[in-house]
Nanobody, 116 residues
Framework: QVQLVESGGGLVQPGGSLRLSCIVS????????MGWFRQAPGKQRELVAT???????NYVDSVKGRFTISRDNAKNTVYLQMNRLKPEDTAVYYC??????????WGQGTQVTVSS
């Protein structure tokens, strides 16, 4: 069973930065595209960034130019660098495969709160 362990969240002021990490307990991790999702209270889960097995990235418009997704295949880890954070970025952040038909079991997520 694949385990996803997210970390790195916290409370940050608007304009601040955080770096999220997700460790994936899956052999052959390098062949899988990965994504970062977020879910704010009362809202649906949203896919915000993806990275392919080859390192190509995509972002939802609301985070373009502020967030950067990356991966370290040697460490089975995917990262999300978040800069210029806004209050509307407040959510629980999760990693998983990008397509719902491919989802692994969800991790506990990591809370990001952007507030002054």
């Amino acid at each position: 069973q694949v385990q996803l362990v997210e970390s790195g969240g916290g409370l940050v002021q608007p304009g601040g930065s955080l770096r999220l990490s997700c460790i994936v307990s899956k052999s052959g991790f390098s062949i899988y595209a990965m994504g970062w999702f977020r879910q704010a209270p009362g809202k649906q889960r949203e896919l915000v960034a993806t990275v392919s097995s080859g390192g190509s990235t995509n972002y939802v418009d609301s985070v373009k130019g502020r967030f950067t997704i990356s991966r370290d295949n040697a460490k089975n880890t995917v990262y999300l660098q978040m800069n210029r954070l806004k209050p509307e970025d407040t959510a629980v952040y999760y990693c998983n495969r990008p397509r719902d038909r491919d989802f692994w079991s969800w991790g506990q997520g990591t809370q990001v709160t952007v507030s002054s």
